[in-house]
T-cell receptor
Framework: LAKTTQPISMDSYEGQEVNITCSHNNIATNDYITWYQQFPSQGPRFIIQGYKTKVTNEVASLFIPADRKSSTLSLPRVSLSDTAVYYCLVGDNGSARQLTFGSGTQLTVLP | GAVVSQHPSRVICKSGTSVKIECRSLDFQATTMFWYRQFPKQSLMLMATSNEGSKATYEQGVEKDKFLINHASLTLSTLTVTSAHPEDSSFYIC??????????????FGPGTRLTVL
């Protein structure tokens, strides 16, 4: 299983764009990159998933360079309610392989 | 789409009793479900992988006789904590793997169950 490395914590202010970068140097050819958000005492919530280049949905964008050894989750115009832990995971979706959670990034949005 | 529920959301029990937690995929079928445990201020730790119609696969260090997993249907997996002790108090989270066409193929998580053993 590919290991991921993320910053332990980040602070931002309301209305700013936040970029969280994840390193996954040992990503395998079949691995997808998935990001989850977790609030205290809740299960992780799926945010976005991608394989290469750029993926965008209604809540975030995911940027993946050509070598796929890292990825960046971009949250536009964050609000206080975006304060949460964000996890970056890599895994082979085709085989429903287990995901290994790293320490995640605690994002704190300040007023 | 891809909604997963858990029941109960929280449970308090006496030491030595058994507790059953249900995990259901509400709008999709899941041949594979996963059970995680999360202690305060820590990340999720995978306990076991549950496959419909077969025995669960447990991670190293997880006692299979203490944490009984049953995945009897494509929408239901249960985790039974047998003879619970205070050190089993934790936040238990399940996930279900979705390959249905309406949602991204990935794991979708339940809301979690807070277990407190007195």
């Amino acid at each position: 299983l590919a290991k991921t490395t993320q910053p332990i914590s980040m602070d931002s202010y309301e209305g700013q764009e936040v970029n969280i970068t994840c390193s996954h140097n040992n990503i395998a050819t079949n691995d997808y990159i998935t990001w989850y958000q977790q609030f205290p005492s809740q299960g992780p919530r799926f945010i976005i998933q991608g394989y290469k280049t750029k993926v965008t949905n209604e809540v975030a964008s995911l940027f993946i360079p050509a070598d796929r050894k890292s990825s960046t989750l971009s949250l536009p115009r964050v609000s206080l309610s975006d304060t949460a832990v964000y996890y970056c995971l890599v895994g082979d979706n085709g085989s429903a392989r287990q995901l290994t959670f790293g320490s995640g990034t605690q994002l704190t949005v300040l007023p | 789409g891809a909604v997963v529920s858990q029941h109960p959301s929280r449970v308090i029990c006496k030491s030595g009793t058994s507790v059953k937690i249900e995990c259901r995929s509400l709008d999709f079928q899941a041949t594979t479900m996963f059970w995680y445990r999360q202690f305060p201020k820590q990340s999720l730790m995978l306990m076991a992988t549950s496959n419909e119609g077969s025995k669960a696969t447990y991670e190293q260090g997880v006692e299979k006789d203490k944490f009984l997993i049953n995945h009897a249907s494509l929408t239901l997996s249960t985790l039974t904590v047998t003879s619970a002790h205070p050190e089993d108090s934790s936040f238990y989270i399940c996930s279900a793997y979705s390959t249905s066409g309406g949602a991204t193929d990935t794991q979708y998580f339940g809301p979690g169950t807070r277990l407190t053993v007195l």
